[in-house]
């Protein structure tokens, strides 16, 4: 979330997600940011619960009019900051890619304005993918990245242990940034470092990660 609210003016950063989000607007921005639209012109600055309600309420109605599926979140859960119901609407968010309707609208139409919400009952532009099928589609891309450098991926969970994947997905993007024959040797810790620090200064991957003890092993 932070990466793509740094972009705004001024930037905005997200200390708490399940405090930061429960008055809609860290959600509206982030929305902006993803789709271009405009939302937060409709948000409503107010410590009183019923604002902030109706504040997500209408982010919600952003993601489904742009049919993204939203199992067991709704507005009084966000607002309350319910750990599973937050993470389930950003799950959802990262699923479910949605985009920006630029067709005008009327402006007395009381709702979103001229590149904002849909009509009602448009159909989705494509069927959303299946979680199962999204990684496994993710799945083949970084397989095709790391196969032709002799590293073997068969997974999202081993297979990143010994650092050697990273190091080859920076390498199928740039091939002078690793010279694999030379981390064969070091430890997984230092692949996995040296991977994440290749990534920020090199490619400006934020580094969202870190080695964890377990990955040493």
Same mark, same amino acid.
């Given at each position: 979330?932070n990466v793509?609210?740094?972009r705004?003016d001024? +930037?905005v950063?997200v200390?708490?997600?399940?405090t930061d989000?429960q008055?809609?607007?860290?959600l509206m921005?982030? #929305? ?6 405009? #939302?937060l012109?409709?948000f409503? +600055? ?6 902030? #309600?109706?504040n997500?309420?209408k982010a #919600?109605?952003?993601?489904d009019?742009?049919? =993204?599926?939203?199992p ?6 966000i607002a309350d900051? @319910? &750990?599973s119901?937050?993470?389930n609407?950003l799950w959802?968010? $990262?699923?479910?890619p949605?985009s920006?309707?630029?067709s &005008?609208q &009327?402006?007395?139409?009381g709702?979103?304005?001229?590149n @904002?919400? +849909? ?9 959303p993918?299946y979680?199962?099928k ?16 002799? =590293?073997? =991926? ?6 990143w242990?010994?650092?050697?994947a990273f190091?080859?997905? $920076?390498k199928s993007i740039d091939p002078?940034? =690793?010279d694999l ?8 810790r230092e692949?996995?470092?040296l991977?994440f620090? $290749? ?6 991957i934020?580094?969202?990660?870190? +080695?964890e003890?377990?990955?040493s092993?």
């Amino acid at each position: 979330m932070n990466v793509f609210l740094q972009r705004r003016d001024p +930037p905005v950063k997200v200390r708490d997600l399940f405090t930061d989000i429960q008055d809609g607007r860290v959600l509206m921005a982030l #929305l902006e940011e993803l789709s271009g639209c405009k #939302l937060l012109y409709r948000f409503r +600055p107010s410590s009183h619960r019923i604002f902030r #309600l109706n504040n997500i309420s209408k982010a #919600l109605a952003f993601l489904d009019d742009r049919h =993204v599926k939203l199992p067991g979140v709704d507005a009084s859960s966000i607002a309350d900051g @319910t &750990p599973s119901a937050v993470l389930n609407l950003l799950w959802n968010m $990262i699923l479910y890619p949605f985009s920006c309707d630029l067709s &005008p609208q &009327p402006s007395d139409a009381g709702g979103y304005s001229c590149n @904002t919400l +849909p009509s009602k009952g448009r159909k989705a532009a494509r069927e959303p993918k299946y979680h199962g099928k999204a990684i496994q589609a993710l799945l083949r891309w970084v397989q095709r990245c790391t196969s032709k450098f002799g =590293v073997e =991926v068969c997974d999202f969970g081993r297979s990143w242990r010994s650092g050697l994947a990273f190091l080859a997905m $920076i390498k199928s993007i740039d091939p002078d940034l =690793v010279d694999l024959r030379e981390n064969l040797s070091r430890q997984p810790r230092e692949n996995m470092q040296l991977a994440f620090t $290749i990534a920020q200064h090199s490619l400006d991957i934020p580094r969202l990660l870190e +080695p964890e003890g377990k990955g040493s092993r």
